[in-house]
């Protein structure tokens, strides 16, 4: 069997290795301020390239990555102009920054640290579905890819409910790069389904939970003072999943495995990814100008893991409990699974997406839907603690409706509205105490009903769901809702 990387084509054109060399790690090497030697660091890419690991992934925020890519790049068709190397960025806005110049100022960027006139994949990272801004985004990244801008469109950290929206809304999306490894397994479920379904690729990062799925760690006691990032944040999924010992079971289980193949518990960890159906390709870190692994991971490709391996490991993986939630969900509610925590930080003032204004001693919320003005009425309004959410539907701005004729993804965008609604007047997702669900087709309760489950399964509020026999307009599914926000000192009995 052959050590060269797999390729496999992600979309139409883009083909790719199956191990992207991910360069977020730069961004953890420059966080002392000090910047990696360009020329140097770009040399290492090439070398990369050389051995068939040609496909590059970083974001507007891993410090100089683009500008070293834009070098590499530029070496690369000096050798060759056909290079099949690829680089992938990410523009990671805030959700204000939505207007089409706004886009078209954060992908200019993008293309010139990059260096390029079309960006072979961008990626769009949201950071909170309660502003629905992400849908003008799309609608101009489309344009730009119409323009050339952009080869292919690809998401990141965006769960299934959320991803089933954009594709069903028409989005050409190529890829959904997300946390994916035996530690973190949500990708797995719902969101490979859709995947599979609608031909989206998984990009697979967190493989090697930062380095800890490594012979290094075998056996080592529980780390107190972690100096990389990338293993901080791995450590809080490790504590998640059942602790130190689940893990050490887990890398015990690996290293058997592995010593059987003749290679290392990093191969077994990322072949098992890789073999998920819905995995177009692993990204794994690279401290540039510290430590090279391609040798080891070029193993990767000399090996299968065979049924025994597999009922070994998912055994190993019996005493390990699931992260909580689905992706994408530690960058926007608690437990914060990252580095550091809760990254809200990372926003200037992320304001509520609604306004509050007061009328006649009350407050209320107008989300700005053609229907609050014809009929006179609010999206929400707060009497004392309480907070009453009128009828919402799929409206996007004044009158466009989100995923005609398709539950689901009515039923996801209703809801963020009505979440977004809650949290102008102050309130929050646990303090909603009743939901009432209205359905033009009451055979299709169980789309609504699961999205309803993964946005309350949690809180349990009263709910109703009631088939009607007509709605004003193009829409599947009405949700209201009530709300109870805590009086200070309220605790339950
Ligand atoms: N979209 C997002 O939100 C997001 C989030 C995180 C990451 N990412 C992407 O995913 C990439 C991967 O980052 P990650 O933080 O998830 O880290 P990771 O890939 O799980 O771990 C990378 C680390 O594993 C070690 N390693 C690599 N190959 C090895 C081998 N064969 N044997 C032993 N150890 C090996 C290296 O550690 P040492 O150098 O210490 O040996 C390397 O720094 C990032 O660079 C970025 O492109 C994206």
Known sequence: MSNQ???????????????????????????????????????????????GFDTFDMADHYGSAELISGAARR????????SPARFFTKWCPEPHQSSPEAVRQGIAERCERLGVETIDLLQLHWWSFEHPGYLDVMDELMRLKQDGVIAHIGVTNFDADHLHVLVQQGYEIATNQVSCSLLDRRALGDLSHVCLERGVKLLAYGTLAGGFFSEKWLGAAEP?????WSKMKYKRFIDVVGGWSVFQNLLACLDRIARRHGVAIANVASRWVLDQPAVGAVIIGARLTENQHRASNSNLFGFVLDENDQTEIAKALDGAAMVPGDCGQEYRRPPYLTAS?????????????????????RMLTLSGSVWEEIAGHCRAMRIGNRILV????????????????DVRGQTVYALDKILAAIASLGGAPEDVVRTRIY????????????????YFGDIRPANTLIEISRFVGDYEIEIE?????????DTAA
Request: hydrophobic content about 35%.
């Open 5 to 51: 990387p797999e390729r496999i084509e992600l979309a139409p054109g883009l083909e790719v290795s199956r191990v992207i060399t991910g360069l977020w790690q730069v961004a953890d090497m420059e966080r002392g301020g000090t910047l990696l030697d360009r020329t140097q660091a770009a040399k290492m890419l090439v070398d990369y390239a050389a051995e």
């Open 481 to 489: 809702a009530e709300a109870v926000v805590p009086e200070a000192g």
């Open 224 to 228: 107190t003072d972690i100096p990389d």
């Open 75 to 82: 070496m690369l068709l000096e050798q060759s102009e056909q």
């Open 390 to 405: 009128s009828g919402t539907t799929a409206t996007h701005g004044t009158d466009t409706v989100v995923c005609r004729g």
């Open 341 to 361: 925590g809760d990254l809200s930080h990372h926003l200037s003032a992320p304001p509520p997406f609604f306004s509050a204004v007061e009328k006649h001693g």
């Open 439 to 454: 359905m033009r087709d009451a055979d299709e309760w169980e789309p609504a009903s699961r999205v309803h489950g993964r």
